[in-house]
């Protein structure tokens, strides 16, 4: 939210555009408005969350940014083909995966994750801080709590992953940890139903902690690309197709 507009509107009323975006950007991606269903004008917008016109304006321009809507003059606001969304958008990934449950959507992640992740663990390697260090080795410990039933397995798994790509200090590479943490709360669960157990391998994340603590980049990278090759290679044999090389 812009800071103009956020200095403007008191607590309630950002929570209020933060539940109209939540609710129409839901209903953009799982289709609800079409040719049939055009999306609302924004007196209809106004008396179906019983909000403003500055609050509804703002979360249309939201949903806007996101890639989602459209404004056109003498036209109103229209819904945008799926192409012309920001899939790299947080909230959009999540509305996807709340929509109905696609592997594709997940694989498509994942590969994704193999870009982007043994990078950042071989970054850390080079050049993680004490504390980014530190952070690496209290959510390993917490997966190994999670196996002894004392923590919450999904919680310290994300927390491991996002810590790698904080301690990456790369700018581009920590922007995607909310991305990473929006999908992780979905696919771990299937990853881990798909292999049969209830949470990840703590010790498979311990060595791709270890060779980051011991500053060695290219077995970080060679480490978490296996960790997540078998992430990948679970929701492939799921959706019943080939494996991909590596």
């Not at 947080?90 to 592997?103: A, H, N, Q, T, V």
């Not at 992740?117 to 917490?142: D, F, K, N």
Request: with cysteine; proline share 4%.
């Amino acid at each position: 939210m812009p800071d103009g507009l956020e200095d403007a509107l008191g607590e309630p009323d950002r929570n209020m555009t933060r539940r109209i975006v939540d609710s129409l950007g839901l209903a953009i991606v799982t289709e609800q408005f079409s040719l049939s269903a055009p999306f609302p004008v924004e007196a209809e917008l106004c008396k179906q969350f019983g909000a403003s016109r500055t609050i509804v304006r703002e979360a249309v321009k939201m949903l806007t940014a996101k890639g989602l809507l459209k404004s056109r003059r003498r036209a109103g606001t229209s819904v945008e083909p799926e192409h012309s969304w920001n899939l790299l958008d947080p909230d959009i990934l999540r509305w996807m995966l709340e929509r109905k449950f696609s592997l594709d959507l997940l694989i498509d992640f994942t590969e994704v994750r193999m870009a982007i992740e043994p990078r950042a663990a071989g970054l850390a390697a080079h050049s993680a801080s004490g504390p980014q260090r530190r952070a690496i080795v209290l959510a390993t410990e917490r997966m190994f709590a999670a196996e002894r039933g004392e923590d919450d397995g999904l919680e310290a798994d994300i927390a491991f992953h996002t810590a790698v790509l904080a301690a990456s200090n790369n700018r581009f590479i920590r922007q995607f940890r909310d991305l990473t943490e929006a999908t992780l709360r979905f696919s771990i669960r299937r990853t881990n139903e798909y292999a049969g157990v209830t949470r990840a391998s703590a010790r498979g994340h311990a060595l791709v902690q270890e060779a980051i603590i011991k500053g060695d980049p290219a077995l970080a990278r060679q480490l978490m690309t296996e960790l997540l090759q078998g992430a990948l290679d679970l929701l492939l044999a799921a959706a019943d197709q080939a494996p991909r090389h590596r």
